[in-house]
């Protein structure tokens, strides 16, 4: 019997996650038990009358940090939560600009683990000691700057949730996907045959089956290598996909 993926999460606004929670795939993984997601407000564990859960920068300088105390409770309550549900050594990962940038491989390996934490700071930062003390790794989604983790944290949920088997349908997998096999997606279509003068692909009407895989992965093939010729070098072609892209290329720039 497969256990749900255990995915904790400290936010100080657990509300925003009601996006994955309620709706398309991810929505489904939790419904079907698949995974289960728990929000820890570190409000909660505030000991002082105001709630307060920050305050000013040691050393100077703009904003304001979040306390190590408030953000220490509410990850241990959520490591707590974690061992009676049955995972043994919960990973907690804080989503920080500084963090490794998230790509395939790395959505693998945490939907590969057991349980995860994940902590979403808010305000400049969390004060250096609490990430010392209970963070395992750092994760970043790119290189450009959100207002908090939140936003970060469902991305690596909605991404590694699509991982679990039975999280797609039946028609889809998660193996079909694109970057799986280090290519762009093929273009899609459906009716009208017809759009505002645009024709569908003949190929993809004619119901030859070993003609669109080839129409497709030719496509595939010529989209990486114009969109992103980077993913072309960190992956070997085989005889077939030389061929199909070699033939897209002289197709391209006849003379
Ligand atoms: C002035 C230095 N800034 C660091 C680049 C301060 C700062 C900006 C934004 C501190 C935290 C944030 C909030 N961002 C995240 O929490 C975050 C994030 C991001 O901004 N970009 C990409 N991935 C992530 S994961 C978490």
Redesign the pocket.
């Known amino acids: 019997m497969v256990v749900a993926k255990q995915i904790d999460v400290i936010s100080l606004f657990p509300d925003m996650f009601d996006a994955i929670s309620r709706h398309g795939v991810s929505g489904r993984a939790f419904e079907r038990g698949l995974a289960h997601l728990q929000l820890w407000n570190p409000r909660e564990f505030s000991t002082n009358p105001y709630r307060s859960v920050d305050d000013r920068p040691y050393g100077g300088g703009p904003g304001m940090v979040m306390q190590a105390e408030p953000l220490a409770a509410a990850i241990e309550a959520a490591q707590a939560r974690q061992h009676d549900a049955g995972v043994g050594d919960p990973r907690v990962i804080f989503?920080?600009?500084?963090?490794r940038r998230l790509d395939h491989d790395a959505v693998m390996r945490l939907a590969s683990l057991d349980g995860l934490v994940l902590l979403?700071?808010r305000y400049?930062?969390v004060d250096q000691r609490l990430i010392d003390e209970s963070v395992h790794e750092c994760?970043?989604?790119?290189?450009?700057?959100?207002?908090?983790?939140e936003l970060?944290a469902m991305v690596v949920i909605d991404a590694l949730l699509r991982q679990l088997p039975g999280a797609l349908g039946d028609a889809q997998s998660a193996d079909q996907d694109s970057f799986v096999d280090g290519l762009l997606d093929y273009p899609h279509y459906t009716r009208p045959e017809v759009w505002r003068g645009r024709q569908v692909p003949s190929v993809l009407l004619g119901g030859d089956h070993e003609r669109i895989r080839r129409w497709r992965l030719q496509q595939s093939l010529a989209d990486t290598a114009a969109l992103r010729p980077d993913l072309l070098r960190n992956r070997d072609l085989s005889k077939e996909e030389s061929v199909l892209l070699a033939q897209s290329l002289q197709a391209e720039q006849p003379e």
Do not use: R, T
């Open positions: 989503l920080a600009p500084h963090g979403c700071g400049e930062g994760v970043s989604i790119g290189d450009y700057v959100l207002s908090g983790g970060a």
